[in-house]
């Protein structure tokens, strides 16, 4: 039964109007779709049967950034789960956010996330995490590189959806990570915003190259050209079902993906590889479920209920986290293959989070715009094209400086 | 508008005429309807216009000039110059929609009545789909993988051509399919109607072909071609969701628009360089929009001479196979779409539709039990519905005043209707930012109403005008009856202006996404949803496409009779 949500919500207006709404429904902004979207509405119907409050879910995409900051306040929605992070620090949203003032109680690392000053209240709390340092292959076959440097992947070998920004993105991160993880925390020192000027570092530089040399190795300039057509699941499919690519960098939600396309129990992983000698990398990623300051205290209780630890009880978000493609701190997969990551989570030990998901203004993602731009071009050049990793790492890096000097200008 | 004669017109006259026509038939100078009816009669039209481009556009660029340096920023902005520089190569693309729309009709102009109706309905049912679903179909199409896409498959190999270059063809045969049959309709009734007394005269006195090209035939063309311009570029001007669904996101940069660039930057370029942008743009589109406001206002007509049917049965013999071969073209990508939307969705994200089996109502069952779909459905068909009713009772009374000229002189209105004309080519972009700030507190349900029917009002004041004139005077009735009189001579007319507001409200992702009210219960954008993960969205998405397609269809095959008197006339028969 999917009775409540949306179809409530749309159908009210004339309803309302007459003067005759009921309770209306706690508006919910998500930017799920297919079946992540499915598998969310299931847990939320379970909170419509406890709470007698209907919910509506709406499905923003890579919009919400643009829903939340509108200028129409009425269709501001009462919750909204959100993916970049970046975006409850933005100036108009975080004046539209209700802090978590109680409720459970998140692990450290998380909490200081989502927390603008220390010791003051959160702005959210998490819902699911994504554990984005893996390299998925086929059963059986033995790919891992012994390090970063150490990686010369042959042309076709690696599967990249670089269609979608974010998987450009996340490679970024790793490698950055991978060699200079003080850069890493140096663009992000705070639970706010970090130190531009770490941009402009040589090490950054370095990082943009080494990433171009490696993309540059994985293809010759047709098959370059057909990874930008490819979003990350085309990505999935090239590996597990067409067997074009031996392995792809993915989070741990391709599981799902790869089990719907290519059966269950074809899969194997490897960590992204770190520096010679340095350890592997380890970048997360998340929703935090925020309450917005016109949802009243039902939105906090929505948070509330929606990311508590579920202990030993079951319901549909723990039926989310075993058959795979979700993470939380509370619970361990029954996956085999996602029980290390899921571990690695809970320990918090030297987790990063996205970059990426983390910038707001003008390097912020989205389609053709932002950092994703920039890595897209990158990408571009290096793969599709023959311009050297190094003069393309150094445009990249230059798109960047400028970008941020404009954005500063304002 | 010489030789333009009210007596004259042929049951298959061509509507679209701007200026207006002298009442040389029957004198209709009216007496009954005063200056402050008359006026009145205006208000909401001019409310409309005023109200949500007009003032608003002003505000832009007031507001572009409001920072120093504002103007500066977006001139030396690289990416606001590659929108530009876009927007150049999809106005390409717009002269060859006119120029396919041309030549098919140049093919098919002898081919006797019946290959050129099943033409016409063939070509013209793209422009009824909404360009999110032309998106999905040609990516679809033009998938990169030979497992999937059809083109790649044909060549037997991965080619993509989604990619770098080949993107502009993948986006140019979309772009062609949608609207060439609008100026397929366009130049058809044109070549139907061309003076073929002054032709034979020109003959006889020996003027070759050539000649008679340069001097009766271009002439008489030169008004539809503004006309199929003046259409295809309205739609390249707001060209948005075409590019957001059949374009994978790191392409999109490359291709994209004005409207798409102003939409992702409006943030980053701050609120002077924003409305900065906005007015370069409406410059750019005024500025191509002016030869058809040209040819629209010259003195060419072809309206004296009645269709010559010449119908050469050894020509009309080859042209049944290059119809044959045009329509299966064409019907293409409806054929795509509907197999894909029946396919098993894990198979169809994995082959392509020519694959066939495993067949499921799946996702149609999907689409159906999704109460946001059903929803959206029902909010988009009332909103649609409203608008219809809300353009026709500001356009009605305002087309029947400008039809009739009570209020000032003829040249005042030609100028009045040829704004009319500019505004309906203006992106939204143009004055949205003033127009989010005013409209945000009245909420979302009203104000995009508002919207919508402002931007559609001066079409549909177009389309009433042009049968308006043609109404021949009532020999009883005056005053306020005889406004009842001409929407009831007129009413294929009304039925047209109705169906078009339609369609086009039906089918916008563009103003929901753009006035920053992604409320999500407006259809098209549902289905921008899918776009997220596309291939694997390829079934369900197909049948949330075919769903959302219906509708529109269904709207115009049932008033397909008056649509085609009211495109060829506007006046009942």
């Known amino acids: 039964m999917s009775i409540s949500r949306r179809a409530f919500l749309l159908a009210v207006p ?60 009425n269709v501001i929605p009462d919750v909204a789960v959100i993916p970049r992070l970046g975006l409850l620090f933005d100036p108009v949203v975080r004046k539209r956010i209700q802090p978590r003032e109680s409720g459970h109680v998140q692990p ?61 993105s996340d490679w970024f991160e790793n490698v950055l990570l991978s060699m200079a993880p003080e850069a890493y925390d140096g663009l992000f020192a705070s639970a706010t915003r970090g130190d531009p000027e770490w941009w402009a570092r040589g090490e950054v530089s370095e990082a943009l190259e080494r990433l171009a040399s490696l993309w540059r190795d994985a293809f010759t300039p047709e098959q370059g050209r057909r990874a930008l057509t490819l979003q990350f699941h085309d990505s999935i499919l090239d590996v597990f079902r067409y067997r074009t690519a031996d392995v792809v960098a993915a989070p741990d939600f391709a599981l799902p993906v790869i089990q719907r396309y290519a059966g269950a129990d074809v899969a194997g992983h490897f960590r992204f590889p770190g520096d010679a000698g340095g350890p592997p990398p380890l970048v997360v990623g998340g929703d935090v479920a925020v309450a917005m300051k016109r949802g009243g205290s039902d939105a ?94 150094l445009a990249a890096r230059e798109k ?11 | 508008m010489s030789g333009s004669d009210r007596g004259n017109y042929g049951p298959n006259t061509f509507l679209f005429e701007v200026a207006p026509h002298p009442d040389a038939g029957v004198p209709v100078k009216p007496q009954g309807i005063s200056r402050w009816r008359a006026a009145f009669y205006l208000l909401l039209a001019v409310l409309l216009s005023a109200g949500v481009t007009l003032v608003p556009l002003l505000a832009t660029v007031i507001i572009s000039f409001s920072e120093p340096g504002a103007w500066q920023e977006v001139l030396t902005d690289a990416g606001a110059w590659q929108a530009i520089g876009n927007m150049l190569i999809w106005w390409l693309l717009v002269v060859v929609v006119c120029a396919v729309g041309l030549g098919l009709a140049w093919l098919v102009r002898n081919a006797g009545p019946a290959l050129g109706l099943v033409m016409r309905i063939i070509l013209v049912l793209p422009a009824v789909v909404s360009p999110l679903t032309t998106g999905a179909v040609f990516r679809l199409l033009f998938d990169t993988s030979q497992e999937r896409g059809m083109a790649s ?244 009374p305002a087309a029947y005043v400008l039809a009739h000229e009570h209020l000032l002189p003829r040249r005042t209105w030609q100028m009045v209707l040829l704004v009319a ?85 039906w089918n916008d992702a563009v103003v929901g996404l753009l006035l920053n009210w992604p409320s999500g219960d407006h259809l098209p954008l549902i289905l921008l949803e899918q776009a997220r993960h596309f291939m694997s969205a390829a079934s369900p998405l197909a049948a949330q496409a075919v769903l959302a397609m219906v509708v529109p269809v269904l709207v115009v095959a049932l008033t397909a009779r008056l649509l085609y008197q009211g495109l060829t006339g506007g006046v009942r028969r």
């Open chain 2, 153 to 396: 498959a044909l060549l037997g190999r991965d080619t993509p051509f989604l990619g770098p270059g080949w993107i502009w063809l993948v986006l140019g045969s979309a772009f062609v399919w949608q609207y060439a049959g609008i100026a397929f309709l366009v130049f058809h009734e044109a070549l139907a109607r061309l003076p073929a007394d002054l032709l034979r005269t020109t003959r006889a006195f020996g003027v070759d072909r050539r000649g008679r090209l340069w001097s009766v035939i271009l002439p008489a063309l030169a008004r539809p071609a503004a006309l199929a311009y003046l259409f295809a570029l309205v739609f390249a001007a707001r060209v948005f969701d075409l590019v957001l669904m059949g374009v994978p996101g790191s392409m999109q940069a490359l291709v994209e628009g004005g409207g798409l660039y102003w939409w992702r930057h409006n943030d980053d370029l701050g609120y002077a360089g924003a409305a900065a942008l906005a007015v370069l743009m409406s410059l750019l589109v005024a500025a191509l929009a002016a030869p058809a406001l040209l040819g629209l206002h010259g003195r060419v007509t072809w309206a004296g001479s009645a269709p010559s049917t010449r119908p050469r049965t050894d020509r009309a013999r080859w042209l049944w196979p290059l119809g044959g071969a045009v329509s299966v073209l064409w019907l293409l990508p409806f054929a795509a779409l509907l197999i894909t939307s029946l396919r098993d969705p894990v198979a169809a994200a994995q082959t392509g539709w020519w694959n066939g089996e495993p067949w499921t109502f799946g996702s149609y069952t999907e689409a159906l039990t999704d109460s946001a779909f059903i929803s959206a459905l029902a909010t988009t068909f009332l909103r649609a519905v409203t608008v219809v009713a809300v353009v026709l009772l500001a356009a009605v």
């Open chain 2, 421 to 505: 004309v500019a505004l309906a080519a203006l992106p939204p972009q143009a004055f949205a930012v003033p127009l989010q700030q005013v409209l945000s507190p009245i909420g979302t349900a009203p104000a995009l109403i508002i919207v919508h029917a402002a931007l559609v009002l001066p079409l549909a004041v177009l389309v009433l005008h042009n049968a308006f004139v043609r109404v021949s005077a009532p020999m009883l009735v005056r005053g306020r009856r005889e406004l009842f009189h001409y929407v009831r001579e007129a009413r294929p007319a009304v039925v047209l202006a109705g169906a078009v507001v339609f369609v086009l409200v």
């Open chain 1, 14 to 73: 004339a309803v309302a109007a007459a003067g005759c709404a009921g309770q209306p429904p706690l508006r919910v902004a998500v930017v799920w779709s297919g079946e992540e979207l499915q598998r969310f509405l299931r847990v939320v119907d379970a909170y419509v049967a406890h709470s007698r409050r209907p919910v509506s879910v709406y499905s923003a995409g890579d919009n919400i950034s643009a829903l939340l900051r509108g200028p129409a306040e």
């Open chain 1, 300 to 393: 906090l209780d929505f948070v509330e209920w929606l990311t508590r630890p579920r202990g030993n009880t079951n319901d549909a978000l723990t039926e989310w986290v075993d058959e795979g493609g979700f993470l939380t701190p509370y619970r361990d997969p029954t996956q085999p293959l996602l029980r290390e990551p899921a571990l690695a989570l809970r320990r918090s030990e030297g987790l990063r989070y996205d970059l990426s998901d983390r910038l707001i203004g003008r390097l912020e993602g989205g389609d053709g715009r932002g950092l994703w731009r920039v890595l897209t071009e990158l990408f571009s050049d290096v793969a599709a094209s023959t311009v050297t990793p190094r003069s393309a790492a």
């Open chain 1, 108 to 168: 450290e690392f998380w909490r200081r996330l989502v927390t603008p000053e220390e010791g003051g209240p959160e702005l959210g709390a998490w819902f699911k995490l994504a554990y984005k340092s893996l390299v998925w292959h086929r059963k059986g076959e033995r790919h891992a590189p012994a390090s970063l440097t150490a990686w010369q992947p042959r042309p076709g070998s690696v599967a990249i959806g670089a269609a979608d920004g974010w998987v450009l």
């Open chain 1, 400 to 410: 960047i400086v400028t970008s941020l000097a404009k954005g500063a200008a304002r």
